[in-house]
C-alpha cells in the first residue's frame, strides 16, 4: 500500500498523474519505494506539450481572418499625449512659419524707409548742408580765423559728397542711354539672363567695396595732419571715389536698361526668366546653416535689394512714359508687370525666410531684434557724439549707397522731363519743398518709432556709452583696467560729456584718439577682456545676444570681418 501512495503521489497535480501513477506500479515489483525513472517521464510530458501547440495553432489559424484584419485596422488607437514634447514642437514651428511673413514685413517696411530717409537726404538735405559749409567757408575771413580748423569734419564730407555728385552727373551725359537700349535688345534671351545675373552679383561687389573707398576719403580729408603736404593724399582718394560712384552708376543704368527691354518684350519671355530668378535664390540660400547674425546680414541685403528694385521700377516706368509722350494711358500697360515683379519678390523673401527659420530652429521674435538694432543704428546717429552721418551708417549696415542711385536718378528725370517757362520753374520749386517736407516728416516719424522699438528692447543705457577711445602709446595695464569696467556703469562725468557737449578738438601736440564705433566692432567671438568682463560679472552674459547684432554690420560673414 505504500508502494501505490508513493507512485500516485506525482500525478496529483496533473490530468496524466493516474496513468503515470500505474505504470509506476507495474514496473515496480514488491511496492519497491523511489521516484519513476525520469527519461521515460520526460518523453511523455514532449508529447503532451507538442499536442497543446498543434491545437493552439489550428485555433490561432481559425481565429485569423480578413474580416477580424480589417476591423483590428479600423478600431485600433494610439495616444499622442506619449510624445507631447515632440508634437508641440511641430506645432510651434507651424505657427512661426505663420508669423513669420507678418513680422518680416514689419522689419521690411521699417528698413525701406530707412533707406528712403538715407535716399531722400542727398536730394533735399545735402544741398542745403553744401551751401552753408561754402557760406561758412567764404565768409571766414571776414569774422577772423577763430578755430584752428576751417570747416567741421561734417562739413568737409558734405563738400565731398556734393562735388562728387555733381562730377558724376557731368560725366553720365556723355553715356548714351538709348544706344544702351537698343544694344542690350538686341541680343538673345539666354544672354540678357545670364548678363542680368552678372550685373546684380557685380552690384553686391560694388557696394561692399564702394562704402569702405568713401570712408577712406571722408577719414583721410578730416583726419588731423601735422604738415600740409599731408593733405595732398586726399587727390588721389578723390579721384578714386568718384570713378567709383561713376562706374556703379553705369552698372545700376545697365540693370535698369536690361529690366526696360523686359518689360517692353513682346512674348514677357525675359521677364518671366528675370522673376525666375528670384526662386532660384531659395534653393541656394534655404539649405544652409544660418545663424542669427548670418540672418540678420541677409534680411539687410533684402530689404536693400527690394529699395533698390523699385528705385529700377521708377526709372524703368519715366523712361517708357517718356517714349508715350506722358499718356496716362500707358501707365496702366505697365501697371500689371510692376504689381508682378513686387510680388514674386516680396513672395520669394517671404517663402526663403520661413524655411531658413523653420530649418535653423529660428523664433519669428527675432526680426523684432533686427528692427531694434536697425532703430539703434538711427538714434545714435542722432546724438551729440555720434560718429558718423546716419546715410553712411544705413550703407554700412545694408549696403546700400545712395550717390550712385541718385546720380541714376537725377539724369534720368532731366533728360526726361523739360523745364520750360516760369511756370515749369515755379513747379520745380514746390516739387523740392515737398520733398524736403517728405523727408522732415519721414525722419520724424522714424525717430518716433525707433525710440519706441529702443525702449521695447531695453537698449537705451547703450545711447549714453561713449564710442570706446583707445590710444596708441597707452600702457596695456590702463587700457585691461578701463576695459573691465561694465558697460552699463559710467560715471556721471563720462555721460554728461558725451551727451551735452561735442567732442573737443585734438591738439597738435596731443597724439590723435582712435575711435572705433560699435557698428565696426565684431563681438561674437569675444577678446580676453571681454571674457573677463563677463566672469566677473555674470549678469552681464543675457546682453550678448543683442550685442551681437549692434556690432555687426552687412559685410562680415560668420564672425570673421572682411578688411
Given amino acids: 500500500m505504500a508502494g501505490v501512495g508513493d507512485a500516485a503521489a506525482p500525478g496529483e497535480g496533473g490530468a496524466d498523474g493516474p496513468e503515470r501513477g500505474g505504470r509506476g506500479e507495474a514496473e515496480q515489483p514488491g511496492g519497491g519505494h523511489g521516484p519513476p525513472p525520469a527519461p521515460q517521464h520526460t518523453e511523455t510530458l514532449g508529447f503532451y506539450e507538442s499536442d497543446r501547440r498543434r491545437e493552439k495553432r489550428r485555433g490561432g489559424r481559425a481565429e485569423l481572418s480578413l474580416l477580424r484584419f480589417l476591423s483590428a485596422e479600423l478600431t485600433r488607437g494610439y495616444f499622442l499625449e506619449h510624445n507631447e514634447a515632440k508634437y508641440t514642437e511641430r506645432r510651434e514651428r507651424v505657427y512661426t512659419c505663420m508669423r513669420i511673413p507678418r513680422e518680416l514685413e514689419k522689419l521690411m517696411v521699417f528698413g525701406i524707409f530707412l533707406c528712403l530717409d538715407a535716399f531722400l537726404y542727398v536730394f533735399t538735405l545735402l544741398p542745403l548742408r553744401v551751401f552753408l559749409a561754402l557760406f561758412r567757408l567764404f565768409t571766414l575771413p571776414c569774422y577772423g580765423l577763430r578755430d584752428r580748423r576751417l570747416l567741421q569734419p561734417a562739413q568737409v564730407c558734405d563738400i565731398f559728397k556734393g562735388v562728387i555728385l555733381v562730377i558724376c552727373y557731368f560725366m553720365m551725359h556723355y553715356v548714351d542711354y538709348s544706344m544702351m537700349y537698343h544694344l542690350i535688345r538686341g541680343q538673345s534671351v539666354i544672354k540678357l539672363y545670364i548678363i542680368y545675373n552678372m550685373l546684380e552679383v557685380a552690384d553686391r561687389l560694388f557696394s561692399s567695396f564702394g562704402q569702405d573707398i568713401l570712408d577712406a576719403l571722408y577719414w583721410t580729408a578730416t583726419e588731423p595732419k601735422e604738415r600740409k603736404r599731408a593733405h595732398i593724399g586726399v587727390i ?23 529690366l526696360n527691354v523686359a518689360f517692353n518684350s513682346h512674348n514677357k519671355s525675359l521677364l518671366t526668366i528675370m522673376m525666375s530668378n528670384n526662386f532660384v535664390e531659395i534653393k541656394g540660400s534655404v539649405f544652409k546653416k544660418f545663424e542669427k547674425n548670418n540672418l540678420f546680414q541677409m534680411s539687410n541685403s533684402d530689404i536693400k535689394e527690394r529699395f533698390t528694385n523699385y528705385v529700377l521700377l521708377l526709372i524703368v516706368c519715366l523712361r517708357n512714359m517718356e517714349q508715350f509722350s506722358w499718356n496716362p494711358d500707358h501707365l496702366w500697360v505697365l501697371f500689371p508687370d510692376v504689381c508682378m515683379v513686387i510680388a514674386s519678390e516680396i513672395a520669394v523673401d517671404i517663402v526663403k525666410h520661413a524655411f531658413i527659420t523653420k530649418f535653423n530652429d529660428i523664433t519669428a521674435d527675432v526680426y523684432s531684434e533686427y528692427r531694434a538694432s536697425l532703430a539703434f543704428d538711427l538714434v545714435s546717429s542722432r546724438q551729440k557724439n555720434a560718429y558718423t552721418d546716419y546715410s553712411d551708417s544705413v550703407a554700412r549696415r545694408m549696403g546700400f549707397i545712395p550717390l550712385p542711385l541718385a546720380v541714376l536718378l537725377i539724369r534720368v528725370v532731366t533728360s526726361s522731363i523739360k523745364v520750360q517757362g516760369i511756370l515749369s520753374y515755379a513747379c520745380g520749386i514746390l516739387f523740392y519743398l515737398g520733398l524736403i517736407s517728405l523727408k522732415v516728416l519721414n525722419s520724424i516719424v522714424l525717430l518716433g518709432k525707433s525710440c519706441q522699438y529702443v525702449k521695447e528692447a531695453k537698449m537705451e543705457e547703450k545711447l549714453f556709452n561713449p564710442p570706446p577711445m583707445g590710444t596708441p602709446g597707452r600702457p596695456p595695464g590702463q587700457a585691461q583696467s578701463r576695459s573691465k569696467l561694465p558697460q552699463g556703469l559710467a560715471s556721471e562725468e563720462t555721460l554728461s560729456a558725451s551727451v551735452t557737449s561735442q567732442p573737443p ?59
Avoid at 582718394?237 to 536698361?257: E, N, R, S
Fill in 236 to 258: 588721389p582718394h578723390f579721384f578714386m571715389a568718384v570713378l567709383y560712384v561713376f562706374l556703379h552708376a553705369i552698372l545700376i543704368m545697365v540693370q535698369a536698361t536690361t
Fill in 505 to 563: 578738438h585734438p591738439k597738435e601736440n596731443i597724439v590723435p584718439l582712435l575711435v572705433t564705433s560699435n557698428s565696426d566692432q565684431f563681438l561674437t567671438t569675444p577678446d580676453g577682456d571681454d571674457k573677463d568682463i563677463t566672469q566677473e560679472n555674470p549678469e552681464l552674459k543675457h546682453r550678448s545676444s543683442k550685442k551681437d547684432l549692434l556690432e555687426i554690420d552687412r559685410f562680415t560673414i560668420c564672425g570673421n570681418r572682411i578688411d
